[in-house]
Structures are given as C-alpha cells and as structure tokens.
C-alpha cells in the first residue's frame, strides 16, 4: 500500500513519476508509455490536463463514424465514440438496411428539466403550503440575477412545486423545479438557481407572518438538479410494409417469420428483467457513442434511461412494436428514451474533437441531437435484435471481433490477411482462430 501526501499539487510529471516509481518495476518504460499519449501540441495537452484532476496522460478512444443515416428526410454522417467492437459497424448496418425503407424517424416529445431543494419542516401542511403561494414569486423574483440570459434564449424556470414527502420520511417536503435549458445541459444553471430558491426558503420562512416557533426553521438538505428527466423525451422510430423487409438467413427465412419472431424478441425484454437490461444495453452502445462523441455526460443519460425503463414498477425495454401494426402487415418499432442533451456550453466547445463532430452533423441544436442520438440507438438495438432472431450474434459479432482475437494472439499482418479470408466461410471463436493460427505457422493453410 503507497500514500501520498499532497499528489494533487505535484507537477503531471511528478504526478506520473510517482505513479511509475511505486507501481512499477520497469518504471523507466512505463513512463516513456505514457508520456508517448500526451499530446504533442502542449497547448493542446494543457487543454486535455485541465478537463479533470491528477491527468497523467490521455487514454485513447476509437472514434468512428457512421454515414448515410438518414433521419426524418435528412442525411447525417454520425461521429461515434466507442471502444466496442461491431457497435459502429452493426449501427452502420442498421442505416444502410433503413436508408432504402423511408430511414429513421425521430420525434421530440417535451424538453423539460427537473431540480429539487429537498427540506425538513415541521408543522401543519396546509400552512406550509399557504406559505408557499406566498413565496413561489419570491423565488423567481431572487433567481431572476440568474435566469435572465437563459430567458433572453427562450427557457428560464417553467415552474415550482411544492412536494410532501411526509408518506414516506417524516416532516421531508421539496421544491420541484421545472426548467427549460434551451440548447445547453443546463447542470450548472440549474444547481445555480436551486441554491438560490433554497436561500430564499430559508429567509422567508425565518420572517414569514403564518408561521410561529420551530415553523420558521426549514433545514434544507440538498438543492440539487435530477437527472431523472422523464418529460426530457425524445421518441425514435422505423416503419416499412413487413414484406418490404425483405428475407433473412440467406434467403431462407421471409419478412413475415422475420417480423414475428422480432416481436417475439422485443416481448421477451418487455417481461423479462434479465433481457431487457441487455437489449437496453445494446440501445446505449449507438446512443453513449452518440453521446461520448457530443461532449455529453453517458453518466447522467444512462442513469435517466435505466430508471425510465422502470417507471412501471418493472424494469423493461426502452422499445416496443405495433403488434396492431404488425397484424395489419405493417412493422414499426419505436424507441422512447429520455436524454437531456447539450450543445452548447461545457465539452461541448472545449474539446477539439467534439467541436469538429458537432460540425459533422451540422451544428444541431439539443433537439436535434437528441433525434440523432436516438436514432442511432435504434439502429444497434434493431441490428442487434435481426441478429439474434436469425443467425445469432456471435457471427458478426465474433467476425468484428476476428482482428481483436488475432491482435491478443500476435498474428502477423500476413496471418490477418490470411485469416481474413479463411473466416468469410468459418466461425470465429478464441478457439477456432487459435487453431488457424497454429495450422498457419505449421504452413498448412
Ligand atoms: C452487445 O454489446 C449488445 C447486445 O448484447 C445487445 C442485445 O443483446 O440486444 C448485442
């Protein structure tokens, strides 16, 4: 066990230095390792350093792309961040197969964003809520400093709640605020203007007329925004006549059995716990790349998406399909995902990489970039499902994964090529590729 006093005042050399000196035996080379990532511009790694604390070097990201998506009648080319093998190419797949069938569909439904300042009051409630009528303009009145700008743009404070919580924690109220972001995250503005509600709940109650004794004594726990947003909605979907679906399975199975045995696929996330954890998953591998890609926070859309999943009391498949639809021999399958998205502020305008994707697609407002990342959600989800239904995963998946398994195995660059041809006709496995490679070097492929 090694400790340091005062690591975060050391240089990011002294930082590494220590790193490599305790923690390695060939410290000498694993300096040299990281220092061969930092960036070669130094104003540009100055950059990268100040992001987050205690840098002592960049990890690399693939990132890819995913082109000819079209989405609501517009082609995009999408940047993708992603360190998973097939998620680029499965997602590409997904556009390619839908571009020719009217493409993806996206929709916004609503783009409110939530903040609590979560309190302790002790008294009768209809007082409390007597005093909140009072100050609900208060409130707004002392977060104008801060809501003006955000108004100028459209959003600002959409309104204020007053929530009991007693049912489940005695004397715990909230102030809920409802807010509009317009095109940015909106985290720090809405922290900003919570602290400030709860500043104001504080001194009103402390010189509020209705209130006697201890009832002028809020203890405020926590102002803080959510990032549960379930009315920050966005909803994605595709649609073509089943038998413009085409066949599957090399022609052997049709576009009926293939729509059927799809649904089949989804009902099983819809009831099973196990399953839909996996197919949301696979829904977050195009949509976290979407949002690694944006600057956005994969943190925050994750937890929002998972919780949302569960709204029903059961965690379940962020996807469905029209069975109605279905029966009337129409395939639509639809996304719904809550993401509260940025693009303006933050990462948004600081990284390089990301200013550049952005540009990509067009400099899209929040809006629009929730559409995007939807759709490219979509487009996983549904190529991973295709799979599933029909030859299953593991032969794209494991052809994709064919060159990370030669990599692990030191294959020469003549055995991948070798190997790439060998495996059009094979499956790949750890195994199977271990044995071409040891045929291989035996001269016997
Ligand atoms: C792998 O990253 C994602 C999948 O497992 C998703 C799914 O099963 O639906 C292929």
Redesign the pocket.
């Known amino acids: 066990m090694k400790e340091i006093e005062g690591f975060s005042k050391l240089t990011k050399q002294g930082k590494l230095d220590w790193v490599a000196d305790n923690y390695f035996e060939d410290n000498a080379q694993v300096k040299s390792e990281f220092e061969s990532y930092w960036h070669n511009k130094p104003d540009t790694q100055k950059l990268f350093d100040e992001f987050s604390e205690n840098t002592i070097t960049n990890f690399y990201m693939p990132f890819g792309v995913m082109p000819n998506t079209l989405i609501n009648d517009k082609i995009y080319t999408v940047p993708m961040v992603i360190e ?1 093998s097939s ?1 680029v190419a499965a997602a590409s797949n997904s556009a390619k197969f839908w571009r020719s069938r009217g493409g993806f569909h996206a929709r916004v439904l609503a783009m409110e964003k939530v903040g609590q300042v979560h309190f302790i009051w002790r008294g009768e409630k209809r007082r409390l809520l007597a005093f909140f009528n009072h100050l609900k303009p208060i409130l707004k009145a002392d977060a104008a400093h801060l809501t003006g700008r955000m108004e100028a743009r459209g959003g600002g404070i959409l309104d204020i709640q007053l929530i009991d919580m007693t049912a489940y924690e005695a004397n715990y109220f909230q102030l809920k605020g409802l807010f509009d972001t317009c095109d940015s995250m909106g985290a720090n503005f809405i922290n900003s203007v919570l602290e400030s509600f709860a500043a104001t709940l504080r001194r009103e109650a402390s010189i509020y007329d209705g209130f006697e004794g201890s009832e002028k004594d809020i203890e405020v726990i926590m102002s803080i925004l959510s990032n549960y947003t379930p009315n920050c909605i966005v909803r994605a979907w595709v649609e073509c006549p089943v038998e413009a679906l085409g066949s599957f399975d090399d022609g052997t199975m049709d576009a009926q059995t293939f729509a059927w045995r799809f649904a089949r696929g989804v009902r099983v996330a819809q009831v099973d716990t196990y399953r839909a954890t ?2 949301n ?2 829904i977050f ?1 195009g949509i976290d790349s979407v949002i690694l890609a944006s600057g956005n926070d994969f943190r925050a859309t994750e937890a929002c998406g998972h919780t949302y999943a569960s709204r029903n009391g059961r965690y379940s498949s962020l996807t469905s399909i029209s069975l109605e639809d279905l029966e009337k021999g129409h395939f639509k399958y639809t996304l719904e995902v809550p993401l509260a998205l940025g693009t303006v502020g933050g990462l948004t305008t600081l990284h390089p990489l990301v200013k550049r994707g952005m540009e990509m697609l067009g400099n899209p407002s929040a809006n629009e970039l929730m559409q995007i990342a939807a759709a490219v959600g979509l487009a996983n ?1 549904f190529s ?2 295709r799979s ?1 239904v029909t030859v299953g ?1 593991q032969k794209g ?1 494991m052809k994709m994964h064919l060159l990370n398994i030669l990599k692990t195995m030191h294959a020469s660059e003549a055995e991948v090529e070798k190997a790439k041809i060998y495996f059009i006709k094979n499956v790949v496995s750890y195994s199977s590729v271990r044995e071409f490679l040891e045929l291989a070097r035996a001269g016997n492929v």
Request: charged share 15%; net charge neutral.
């Open positions: 998973e998620v996996t197919h998953k696979g591998n989800n991973a499902i599933l995963i998946h």
